[in-house]
Nanobody, 119 residues
Framework: VQLQASGGGLVQAGGSLRLSCAAS????????MGWFRQAPGKEREFVATITWSGSATTYKDSVKGRFTISRDNAKNTVYLQMNSLKPEDTAVYYC?????????????WGQGTQVTVSS
């Protein structure tokens, strides 16, 4: 199983980025997907999740209204559209996969993509 995250970069505060995570080696439509992030010196934290069908999403409170998670099961890809970025959004962003109907730990993780927001 491989999860390949991309789309990170350096952006000014108020700007936008779109992260992508391409999955291979698994039946993508059977997996709930999540985005997580880890800032320097901090623990990894949940950002957003989306169910296997795309019918339901959840967000960290601080990103609600600014970030949107979506998926394209035909392309085995999950996205994170990030708007109105703030310096505190700076982190390495990871995508992860968890089999549907399982509320345990996410089993598969991508390698991360760096997002840096300058003030």
């Amino acid at each position: 199983v491989q999860l390949q995250a991309s789309g990170g970069g350096l952006v000014q505060a108020g700007g936008s980025l779109r992260l992508s995570c391409a999955a291979s080696g698994l039946t993508f439509s059977r997996y709930n997907m999540g985005w997580f992030r880890q800032a320097p010196g901090k623990e990894r934290e949940f950002v957003a999740t989306i169910t296997w069908s795309g019918s339901a999403t959840t967000y960290k409170d601080s990103v609600k209204g600014r970030f949107t998670i979506s998926r394209d099961n035909a392309k085995n890809t999950v996205y994170l559209q990030m708007n109105s970025l703030k310096p505190e959004d700076t982190a390495v962003y990871y995508c992860a996969a968890r089999i549907r109907y399982d509320n345990g730990e996410y089993k598969y993780w991508g390698q991360g993509t760096q997002v840096t927001v300058s003030s």
